[in-house]
């Protein structure tokens, strides 16, 4: 079988780990990353396959409709996996219409270029799929019911620490969408296009609503990354109000893995969530990324305790986040393949180890280097 994937985003983190996984797993297809290269854009992150014959990038801007309508007919696109987006809610609350643009006209032109290709072509929408990758936060904010955590019911794993639960509430595929923040209202928007395109023209689609991500290649504006950081070079951690939120944590492998998975199993027109119960309260995370950091770096134990700073809350800044992912378990037989004290671990050791990539990224000067490299 000879596939041509779109990959919308794949200069990002996720995208890059997607990227990757597409083009080593399969060599017949051909893999085509499309990003405009923001700031959260780094070829850098694929230098290990940016040579491999099934891959090519094409720097464009989802919004940009013909220059979609032409990358998509003239590649003969027939699956896609969008994951192109503006991703940091501290973003969205200062600058609500870039988030708007991407994430909602960007999908939409994604989507309509799509759709007129596909239905140009004898076959029309056979053999395609149109996969959009979206997130936990369109269901809302869950209550924290137990502020120190109880063992999820339902959990497959161990009775660990990593299997806290901070409330009796979930959410399933079902739950009703919710969103709070710009950019979770700019992705549930997102969303609710991608469906209409199923039950309105047929396309085959499929969305994906997964939590929080961690791991190589994330943009230090997100919490671990930023934080991992800033313990190596001794500067204050700003932990929002009281540190108490909820966010549920997945290895973005795992993600990945589980993007693979449902492109090629997956069931048209449906929607699964992908989570590994994997509940930290942020202090408590916080406090292991700086045990974990302090023993890699030789530090004594309790070294760089004093960097927390407890400092202003985020704007409407959701409590708990907390997926229920059995449908996706049950149905295609995914499982998260690492313990979190094992995937943060890795994922500490790959910072400490790759502070060329760090420094290039809070220096700008990565930006410089490809622009130069591919007369952008
Ligand atoms: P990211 O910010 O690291 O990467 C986003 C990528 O999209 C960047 O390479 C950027 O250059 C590109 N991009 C932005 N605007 C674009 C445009 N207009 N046209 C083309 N490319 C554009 O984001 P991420 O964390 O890798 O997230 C990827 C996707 O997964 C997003 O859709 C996000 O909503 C979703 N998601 C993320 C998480 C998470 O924890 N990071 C969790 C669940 C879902
Ligand atoms: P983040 O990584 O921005 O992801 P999201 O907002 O999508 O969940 O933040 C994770 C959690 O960490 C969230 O509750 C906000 C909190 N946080 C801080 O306390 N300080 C920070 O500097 C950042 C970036 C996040």
Redesign the pocket.
Known sequence: MNRNILI????????SHVVRLFVNKYPGYNIIN?????Y???LANLKDIEDRPNYKFIK????DYDRMREIISSNQIDGIIH??????VDRSIKDPFTFAR?NVM?TLSLLQAAKEYWESLQEKYKGKLFYH????EVYGALALTHPEGVVAPFTTKASSEDDMAYGTEFFLETTKYNPHSPYSAS?ASSDHFVRAYHDTYGMPTIVT?????YGPF??PE?LIPLFINNIRQGKPLPVYGKGENVRDWLFVEDHARAIDLIFHKGKVAETYNIGGFNEWKNIDLIKVIIKTVDRLLGNPEGYSDHLITFVTDRLGHDMRYAIDSRKLQAELGWEPSLQFEEGIEKTVRWYLDNQDWMDDITSGDYLTYYREMYSL
């Open positions: 919308t985003g794949g200069a990002g983190f996720i995208g499309l990003d405009k290269l923001t959260a854009g780094n464009a801007d989802i919004c994951l192109a987006a503006e991703s940091h991407t960007g990758i979206s997130t936990d992705k609503n997964c939590s929080n991500n994330q943009f997100k």
